[in-house]
């Protein structure tokens, strides 16, 4: 009697569980949205699904699916077949109404609270409805927040409650200070520098190196500024003249060769028999630097090639790449991935048996965008895209600014002059060949020591999930120092005569055989980095970590429960390295942090090993990792 008892109970909960499905799959169907757009996301629908309905679930499973344009039948059968088998006992029916919040999708209130289990540890409760940082809760989580009173606070907004920090004060070199003296705001600054260091990098490619990692890195940055419409981002609009001289010369040495191409194919026609005797003339290779964004991933890899590996691509609406190549499947951000670690670029077309290949890349890339047009382009923490940005967070305006107060100046007409000083300066480096930045055994030493110490950092914060973005903010700042360095060396008044030490100076790379060097054959140039910018540009390293994980939090979570990345990470940066549970819940009530969210920060990074009690009476200590 019992097991009938127990059977019949089973069998109406999962009644229950499929009504709702239905019920949901209706208003979803009706919107027509697609609430699954990543492959996570559509592998966790699936255990969803498969964990509370069972094979009864399946139809609906693929009613959900087809709303999207890369739906495959088959391929929709195998996933959910899969999902029978292995049963995530930790995803649940609520995750489906999760996934269809974060698509838009509004239900009445009665069907979220109908819904029989939201997550594990939630039976018969009404679904989350928070609009920032949404995660799935597992068991583990569960447990880590069985002592606190009430769930981790999420904030609303994309907006962080501590504020994020802009960069120190520096004396960069002059065209750089020449270029931010033209911004309002220390946001404006700060992206102004950003832009530069991006578009200058980009048009010194392969010219200007450093050694990092085993290979030799190109200032070749990827940047991508994040505000809220009318923040006062546009001013990037800007940057982009800083390299149209460059572009608008290869694109007039590219009609030229047309015009000759076509003069030549008319002779070469008019031959006759005699054609047989010569060769066709060769179309010319339709070259550019500036790359457009409204392109797709084949496109603007063949762009690249025949750019012999260069390009730069600058957008001031992130959303016209992430809709004009959302079709490619995965091309741009293949394509991205490898530019930034300089890889060889291929594609093969059936088309008249095409194969073409650059063996080394350098790809720039500058987007700003909103934080809604975060997540079409960088879906994931997991694809590798995220952790080789460069991102930076501007405020929204929060004071109508004066917009008649300002100087009767033409900043286009400013930038464009900045651009044209700017081709002359490059010319000039790219005759003398390739300059490669040494940083001194001290300067090594500290860059190790302050990378060392802010994994660590990381670590408490974040886990794993910023570790990857550690340790390419590494790579990009590295590549960053050989650009100020450049750019710092390039104001001397000859700075190739490298026996003068007055000023910075190139100097032969220590390769260079001293006959060479007499015979004034150098093909090749070391670069140092003076301390003080060598200070500076280590200063960028915090802030630029700060926003990387307040942008973190507007993708979905990969490996804790609930995020408020920035503010936690400043919270625990404030205890220092000892701290006591008294010091926590006052530093809590400093920062408007709830006191039982701190403390499930607390436990969760106790459990991790992150943190340590020391004495078992309430005092705590990082856990330290040395370089």
Not at 17 to 36: F, K, M, P, Q
Not at 52 to 76: I, M, T
Request: one cysteine or more; a negative charge; hydrophobic letters at 35%.
């Amino acid at each position: 009697m019992e097991l009938q008892i127990l059977n019949y109970y089973l069998s109406s909960e999962k009644m229950n569980n499929i009504e709702s499905l239905c019920r949901l799959t209706e208003v979803v169907e009706t919107a027509g949205t697609d609430i699954a757009p990543t492959y996570a996301e559509y592998v966790q629908l699936a255990f969803a699904i498969a964990t509370d309905c069972g094979e009864a679930g399946r139809e609906f499973f693929h009613r959900l699916c087809r709303l999207s344009a890369k739906y495959q039948h088959e391929h929709a059968e195998r996933i959910f077949s899969n999902a029978l088998i292995k049963q995530h006992g930790d995803i649940h029916l609520g995750t489906v109404f999760h996934l269809s919040e974060m698509a838009g999708i509004e239900f009445p209130k009665e069907k979220q609270i109908n819904n029989h289990m939201g997550t594990v540890g939630t039976v018969n409760s009404a679904l989350p409805s928070h609009t920032h940082a949404h995660t799935y809760p597992n068991k583990a989580n569960e447990e880590e927040t069985e002592d606190a009173c009430e769930p981790e606070e999420l904030l609303k907004g994309s907006e962080p409650r501590q504020p994020l920090p802009t960069f120190p004060m520096a004396d960069w070199p002059l065209l750089l200070q020449r270029i931010m003296s033209y911004g309002s705001t220390d946001a404006q600054y700060d992206v102004l520098l950003l832009g530069s260091l991006t578009a200058l990098g980009a048009s010194m490619e392969r010219y200007v190196r450093c050694p990092y990692a085993g290979k030799f890195q190109s200032p070749c940055l990827q940047t991508f500024i994040i505000a809220p419409p009318a923040s006062g981002k546009g001013i990037l609009s800007h940057i982009r003249l800083l390299i149209e001289p460059i572009h608008d010369q290869i694109r007039q040495q590219t009609e030229e060769q047309m015009k000759a191409y076509l003069r030549e194919k008319v002779t070469y026609e008019m031959m006759g028999k005699e054609r047989a005797k010569v060769d066709p003339p060769q179309k010319p290779l339709n070259k550019m630097f500036l790359i457009s964004g409204n392109n797709t991933g084949t496109g603007i890899l063949q762009n690249i090639m025949d750019a012999d590996g260069t390009g730069f691509i600058c957008e001031t609406e992130a959303d016209t790449i992430s809709t004009a190549i959302g079709s490619d499947y995965g091309n741009w951000s293949h394509t991205l991935r490898q530019a930034f670690d300089h890889d060889r670029l291929a594609y093969n077309r059936r088309t008249n048996q095409e194969y073409r290949e650059v063996k080394k890349s350098f790809l720039s890339v500058l987007l700003s965008g909103t934080p809604a047009q975060v997540k079409p382009l960088i879906p994931s923490s997991e694809n590798g895209l995220f952790s080789r940005q460069l991102f930076y967070y501007m405020y929204g305006i929060r004071t109508w600014i004066n917009q008649f107060d300002q100087d009767e100046r033409d900043l286009e007409a400013i930038f464009t002059d900045i651009g044209l000083e700017w081709q002359k300066n490059l010319e000039f480096l790219k005759e003398h060949g390739i300059h490669t930045l040494r940083l001194t055994d001290e300067q090594k030493q500290e860059f190790n020591q302050h990378f060392s110490n802010l994994f660590n950092r990381s670590d408490i914060a974040n886990g794993s999930e910023m570790s990857s973005s550690v340790a390419r903010l590494a790579v990009n700042i590295c590549r960053i120092m050989a650009e100020v360095a450049t750019l710092r060396t390039l104001e001397s008044s000859q700075p190739y005569q490298w026996q003068n030490v007055n000023e910075p100076s190139f100097t032969p790379d220590i390769e260079i055989p001293d006959d060479n060097i007499q015979d004034n054959i150098i093909p090749r140039w070391d670069i140092t980095i003076t301390p003080e910018d060598f200070k500076a540009v280590m200063g960028l390293v915090t802030p630029l970590y700060r926003h990387a994980t307040h942008i973190l939090s507007f993708l979905p979570s990969t490996e804790v429960s609930h995020r408020a990345n920035a503010d936690r990470d400043a919270f625990f940066e404030s205890l220092g390295n000892e701290f006591t549970r008294a010091q926590i819940l006052k530093q809590a009530e400093e920062m408007e942090i709830k006191p039982n969210t701190a403390l499930t920060w607390l436990k969760r990074l106790v459990k991790r090993k992150a943190i340590t009690n020391v004495d078992g009476n309430g005092t705590y200590a990082r856990v330290c990792v040395c370089a």
